[in-house]
Antibody, heavy 123, light 109 residues
Framework: QVQLQESGPGLVKPSQTLSLTCGISGDSVSSKSATWNWIRQSPWRGLEWLGRTYYRSKWYNDSAVHVKSRIIINPDTSNNQFSLQLSSVTPEDTAVYFC?????????????WGQGILVTVAS | SYVLTQPPSVSVAPGQTATITCGGNNIGTKSVHWYQQKPGQAPVLVVYHDSDRPSGIPERFSGSNSGDTATLIISRVEAGDEADYYCQVWDSSSDHDYVFGTGTKVTVL
């Protein structure tokens, strides 16, 4: 059974960098079939995919156009986890942040999700 | 950017059938997935690839997809089905690649 767990600060000041980690159990961040994703949810933007990292003989990253200049998603193979960094945050980045897995190459469904972590951007 | 439109709310009596629609341009050409989300919890996959069910999801949950509308049907609704439901597709031309619907609150009367 795959389990994902988000961790990180629940409060970030405007203009600073939001940093979260997603710990993985039951699968490997280096899986050649899965992708590892960050998704957020807010009342004003609903569910919103932010980006992903995945390994296919080398590491790849993709991100949503509107956060591409601010986002970094990195794998951490030593600890079997992956991270999210979102820079220059504003109150509009306040949301519940989820990590989620797409389990198989060629599929587009998020089959496992973390429980989510609320991040508030405020001074 | 690809947009998925759902009705904000659906109300249904226990034992009856809830029908939740997800509208998108030519959505019938895409693979649609449905998630159930209860308050304070993460979304849970209930239907994928238009009409397949993950293990552990009751047969009461079914889906279809054609034209500009995908549909999630919950038969013999139970109190425990009260939740928000979201459709989702992948669209490579979209700003987000993975696109979620606006969500439908199912209320069991």
């Amino acid at each position: 059974q795959v389990q994902l767990q988000e961790s990180g600060p629940g409060l970030v000041k405007p203009s600073q960098t939001l940093s979260l980690t997603c710990g993985i159990s039951g699968d490997s961040v280096s899986s050649k079939s899965a992708t590892w994703n960050w998704i957020r949810q807010s009342p004003w933007r609903g569910l919103e995919w932010l980006g992903r990292t995945y390994y296919r003989s080398k590491w790849y990253n993709d991100s949503a156009v509107h956060v591409k200049s601010r986002i970094i998603i990195n794998p951490d193979t030593s600890n079997n986890q992956f991270s999210l960094q979102l820079s220059s945050v504003t109150p509009e980045d306040t949301a519940v942040y989820f990590c989620a897995r797409v389990g198989s190459t060629g599929t587009t469904v998020f089959d496992y999700w973390g429980q989510g972590i609320l991040v508030t951007v405020a001074s | 950017s690809y947009v998925l439109t759902q009705p904000p709310s659906v109300s249904v009596a226990p034992g009856q059938t809830a029908t939740i629609t997800c509208g998108g341009n030519n959505i019938g050409t895409k693979s649609v997935h449905w998630y159930q989300q209860k308050p304070g919890q993460a979304p849970v996959l209930v239907v994928y690839h238009d009409s397949d069910r993950p293990s552990g999801i009751p047969e009461r949950f079914s889906g279809s997809n054609s034209g500009d509308t995908a549909t999630l049907i919950i038969s013999r609704v139970e109190a425990g089905d009260e939740a928000d439901y979201y459709c989702q597709v992948w669209d490579s031309s979209s700003d987000h690649d993975y696109v979620f619907g606006t969500g439908t609150k199912v209320t069991v009367l």
